[in-house]
């Protein structure tokens, strides 16, 4: 057999192994294509269902004929929730809250991280072991609340700002990225005359944009669905001007049980329309966090891979 004719062989041969690695991979590609559709549908459909069931008719909810798409189209569950003035006030007082948390938090979880990026800080490697330590172990429900109330800070705002102020795991995720910086930029500023405030302020920071707007969407996700905090340190009911949206839709739903003359009596249920009511509370209180992902989306993909080489 010539070479000419061994060359050919091997030829198709490639061709024919390219052609099924080709099929194999489009249909790899399909398979996740279509896994990634389904747990989209997954995540999609209970979302629409609530939007569908708060612009039905009670009537309709009432029958189980609503699923994806309103019955009886009904759009007086929002303008009783909109005219309701706690659920307005709650809603603007969450608001402020996860802002100010948010900058808070960002605020002290670079002052924490930058420092410990220093080889030659004293105690560093002890300040880290402590904050390690605080990540796996902690004193518990009871302790806190013993804490806040000795404190004098139960039923007040500052009792949903402080003991949550700032995760040890994002200093880590920060401290991961402070070190990704290289050294040469920090001796240059250095050789300049510029302290550490100034390298952090004008080397650091700008840097570090893609993990300050991921760990700031954490922060904020965490502070405007944070309920169990709100429940169990503002009990007294001069305490609910500071009822933030999580637990104001708890509230809804829990007193959807009582009578209608009751649950008027509380400036939310009107007409036998309770259900479509918790409904759009439910779209209120979930659709204003939703917004803020597309804003931080190019900065999330390379904010969440921090760390993940370089530790």
């Known amino acids: 057999m010539s070479n000419m004719e061994n060359s050919a062989i091997l030829n198709k041969k490639k061709l024919k192994d390219g052609m099924i690695k080709s099929r194999k991979t489009k249909i790899g590609d399909l398979t996740i294509a279509f896994v990634c559709l389904l747990l989209m549908m997954l995540c999609l459909v209970p979302m629409l269902h609530v939007l569908a069931s708060s612009l039905s008719s009670p009537e309709a909810l009432v029958r189980n004929e609503v699923f994806i798409w309103p019955k009886g189209w009904n759009t007086e569950a929002y303008r009783t929730v909109l005219t309701t003035e706690k659920y307005i006030r709650s809603l603007g007082w969450t608001a402020v809250l996860t802002i100010g948390c948010t900058l808070l938090s960002i605020t002290l979880t670079i002052c924490c991280a930058y420092p410990l990026t220093y080889s030659n800080l004293r105690g560093g490697k002890v300040i880290n072991i402590i904050i390690l330590f605080t990540m796996y ?36 995720i920060m401290r991961s990225f402070f070190y990704g910086v290289p050294d040469s930029l920090r001796e240059a500023a250095e050789i300049d005359g510029a302290g550490p405030i100034r390298v952090l302020v004008q080397v650091y920071l700008p840097l570090s944009l893609p993990v300050i707007a991921t760990l700031s969407l954490f922060y904020a996700v965490g502070r405007w669905n944070g309920f169990s905090d709100a429940l169990m340190y503002l009990k ?35 007409n036998g329309v309770s259900k479509t009511i918790q409904m759009a509370t439910v779209m209120f209180a979930t659709v204003p966090i939703l917004l803020v992902y597309p804003w931080l989306q190019r900065y999330f993909v390379t904010g969440v891979t921090i760390g993940a080489v370089k530790g």
């Open 137 to 172: 172990f902690s004193a518990g429900t009871i302790p806190s609340y013993l804490l806040l109330n000795s404190l004098g800070m139960l039923n007040t705002p500052y009792a949903l700002i402080f003991p949550n102020c700032i995760g040890v795991f994002n200093v880590i």
């Open 236 to 270: 007294k009911s001069e305490s609910e001007k500071y009822w933030p949206i999580q637990l104001l839709l708890y509230n809804v739903i829990k007193n959807s049980t009582q009578t209608t003359e009751q649950a008027a009596q509380e400036g939310f249920f009107q």
